[in-house]
């Protein structure tokens, strides 16, 4: 069986503070898939990633894959990222991410050169390190569910982690309306976990941390799941996937030879007749071909 692809990352790099985007924190990754963890990143190279690298990634369409990597580069120039715990005097380090972006649109191809101090948190790492599937973070949809599976990859060894709603803040940077403990269960915390325990092989769960009746941080309990409960999900995540492409293509064939055709039309029946949209397609599609 083939080893999954992974991104190492430096634990400090995993618990400091930065605000970023989903397809920021993508582009890290994708430049990153072919690195090796024992040797040094070079900080006068560009690391790339082409269109349709980044589309056979993240799934996403060949037409925006550019837009969505060039936008990337070009916010990532901009971002600073502050390190806590280094073994230094002071109490905090920032630093900048990339120092160069290189973008190709006619080649499809988006290039971006790490500064030197980052290099040092992602590359030639003995201790203190934590190993990252890519296939499990290319499946997460939010900037704040690829964070928080960082952290609970970085963690799941001690099962049960407390965390201060501080140090919650400082690792998300969530905006000012988020840091209410309802908002921030409500948009943040519930959303994560419910895809984390979804497309990984993680399984979250948490509990509040009271001072009273005031709620000062979370209890998270992490767990592994186990080999056999990964497969069964991720046939049924393939299963649902090819399900949704087939219907898309199934959809776009009936639409050609019935233009009117609306998918609440086509819902609406497979409802009635009791069965599956798939079928329910095909059934009409080939019902139109014999008009």
């Known amino acids: 069986m083939d080893t999954p692809a992974t991104v190492t990352k430096s634990n400090s790099l995993i618990t400091a503070s930065y605000k970023m985007t989903l397809q920021e924190i993508r ?24 269109a349709s690298q980044w589309q056979k990634l993240f799934n996403v369409q060949r037409d925006t894959s550019y837009i969505e990597m060039r936008d ?3 916010k990532l120039y901009q971002r600073n990222i502050v390190i806590h715990d280094v073994l230094a005097y002071d109490d ?25 101090r980052i290099c040092l948190y992602l590359s030639n790492l003995r ?18 569910h690829v964070r928080l599976y960082e952290f609970f990859m970085s963690v799941r ?16 940077q969530p905006p000012e309306s988020m840091r209410r403990t309802d908002n921030c269960q409500r948009f943040i915390l519930q959303p994560a976990l419910a895809q984390i325990n979804a497309v990984t092989s993680l399984a979250v769960s948490y509990e509040t941390l009271k001072e009273g ?11 592994t799941k186990t080999k056999k409960a990964v497969k069964k999900e991720k046939k049924l995540a393939a299963a ?22 609306t998918q609440e039309e086509v819902l609406q ?5 009791g069965v599956n949209v798939i079928q329910m397609l095909e059934f009409l599609k080939k019902q139109q071909e014999l008009l």
Request: charged share 25%.
């Open 72 to 74: 990337a580069a070009n």
């Open 92 to 116: 905090h380090e920032e630093t900048r991410i990339i120092q160069a972006k290189k973008l190709s649109k006619g080649s499809g191809v988006v290039g971006i050169m790490f500064t030197t």
């Open 240 to 261: 649902v996937e090819f399900s949704s492409r087939l219907e898309i293509e199934l959809f776009k064939q009936l639409k050609q030879v019935r233009p009117a055709v």
């Open 27 to 50: 582009l890290i990754y994708a430049v990153l898939i072919d690195t090796n963890q024992y040797e040094s990143l070079d900080s006068t190279r560009y690391y790339t990633v082409t």
């Open 157 to 172: 060894h001690k099962q049960v982690v407390s965390v201060s709603l501080d140090e919650i803040y400082s690792l998300l």
């Open 213 to 223: 009746r005031k709620i000062v941080g979370f209890m998270f309990n992490i767990k």
């Open 127 to 144: 201790s203190h390190f934590t190993k990252l599937v890519t296939q499990e973070v290319c499946k997460l949809q939010s900037a704040y």
């Open 269 to 273: 029946q497979a409802r009635l007749e």
